[in-house]
């Protein structure tokens, strides 16, 4: 995966963003914190963290649906790697076990500090009573841990001579300045994106009677006002507020049903943004229980344009987006369950009389016979279409009302012919969403 993201390519990233990662990360990430902390596990938690950052280098590329969530609960996982002075490996294990642990805490902060990058902080305990009180002990758990990790760099960089020694100290010594940097980084995109809720917590490190702390503060603080923070505009919950107001613009519906603002962007959208947009707009319809209005305006779009039934959804037309997508993401387990057994049969029987389906004479094998073909042809299309009936009752429901609601912009649009617009509906079903899952 990490050679997947970190693989340069000259033209456009095309199928980075088809599939939502988040699921499959958290999942990794999960399993790998239940492992002991042998030196193995080190090795893999350190290569998970580095493909965290590589992850987080192409997220322009990448689609999310809980992005901010998605990056909290990362953050709050990885965090809990951080070992800094805590050496302690059980079994124990071959290997400079000081070495190692160092390299994981500077893989930590590397995929931290670009995790929190503009990333304001979510705690899953709090309401939203008390949203304030628990990201400001949510700063403070991690604003804590970075600083106890500046302070064992520090204490690396001072005992030079003790560590030189006992023969650790060439190991530790050449990742101290790195791990330092990327804790700083993390410090600064901390307190960047939580300045409000932070800056209590951090504001007397500058007046510390230790020097090296007083630094360490300074390149945090340049660091932010490199950035451009604004200090008078991360106020809490600024950011989620906007997001909020945005979403409730966006999702905005008119007294007669419409939604001004998503048909307006509809209307500017270029064909190469059109997935993206399609994507962003079942996202967040679904979360506002809102997709039957998205879908009824869009339909209802594409229908007016449409010159006849015939030509319906057969082109790149952002409603053509919005079903497709519709389809992926609903219907995908219920495809695997109807056709895998299907198309498992025929791999099974590849090499059976029956799994002859040839019909064009210029393609027919000398061996073949073309009605035989013919007939195992009819029989394989009779097989599925019985599946495809008898499954009926697993069809998802979102699928189901997005049926119902094409048919009913159809019955509208062309209100005399009811059996066309049932047949209508069947025609995209298959070749909108069966039909190329058994071509792929």
Not at 95 to 105: I, V
Not at 131 to 136: D, H, L, N, Q
Request: charged share 20%.
């Amino acid at each position: 995966m990490k050679n997947v993201l970190e693989a340069k390519t000259d033209g456009p990233p095309e199928n980075l963003g088809h599939n939502c990662i988040e699921q499959m990360m958290l999942a990794i990430v999960r399993y790998v914190r239940h492992l002991d902390t042998t030196v193995l596990t080190l090795h893999i938690k350190t290569k998970l963290c580095q493909l965290v950052e590589a992850m987080m280098n192409r997220r322009d590329d990448l689609s999310f649906r809980q992005e901010m969530k998605f990056r909290n609960k990362l953050v709050e996982y990885l965090t809990d790697w951080v070992m800094g002075n805590s050496h302690q490996i059980s079994p124990p294990g071959s290997g400079d076990a000081t070495a190692l642990t160092r390299d994981l805490d500077e893989a930590c902060m590397h995929a931290v500090a670009s995790l929190l990058h503009s990333l304001p902080l979510q705690s899953e305990e709090s309401d939203r009573g008390d949203v304030m009180e628990a990201k400001s002990q949510l700063f403070l758990k991690y604003f804590t841990l970075f600083m106890n990790l500046l302070n064992d760099c520090s204490d690396g960089s001072s005992s030079s001579e003790d560590k030189e020694t006992t023969g650790i100290r060439k190991h530790v010594q050449p990742n101290n300045n790195s791990l330092r940097n990327a804790t700083i980084q993390a410090m600064s995109n901390l307190l960047s994106a939580n300045i409000d809720s932070g800056l209590m917590h951090s504001i007397g490190l500058g007046y510390n009677k230790d020097l090296q702390t007083r630094a360490a503060f300074m390149e945090v603080l340049t660091k932010i006002l490199q950035q451009g923070t604004e200090f008078n505009t991360l106020a809490e919950n600024v950011l989620a507020d906007r997001y909020d107001q945005l979403v409730q613009l966006v999702t905005m519906i008119g007294d007669k049903g419409e939604l001004p603002i998503a048909m307006a962007l509809a209307h500017v959208v270029t064909n190469q943004q059109m997935d993206e947009l399609a994507r962003v707009f079942v996202t967040l319809f679904d979360a506002k229980h809102l997709l039957s209005p998205l879908l009824w305006n869009m339909f209802y779009r594409e229908v007016e344009l449409s010159e006849c039934m015939q030509t319906l959804f057969r082109g790149s037309s952002l409603g053509s987006k919005i079903m497709a997508f519709c389809f992926k993401i609903y219907g995908a387990t219920y495809l695997q369950g109807l056709l895998e057994p299907l198309i498992q049969d025929l791999i099974d029987n590849a090499d059976a009389p029956t799994s002859t389906f040839e019909v064009d004479p210029l393609r027919l094998d000398q061996k073949e016979d073309i009605e035989v073909n013919q007939q195992n042809l009819m029989d394989i299309t009779q097989t599925v279409f019985d599946a495809i009936i008898s499954s009926a009752d697993n069809f998802p429901t979102q699928l189901r009302s997005m049926c119902h609601c094409l048919f009913q912009v159809l019955c509208k649009r062309f209100p005399n012919s009811q059996a066309s617009n049932i047949g209508s509906v069947g025609t995209v079903l298959f070749l909108r969403f069966i039909n190329p899952a058994i071509g792929e």
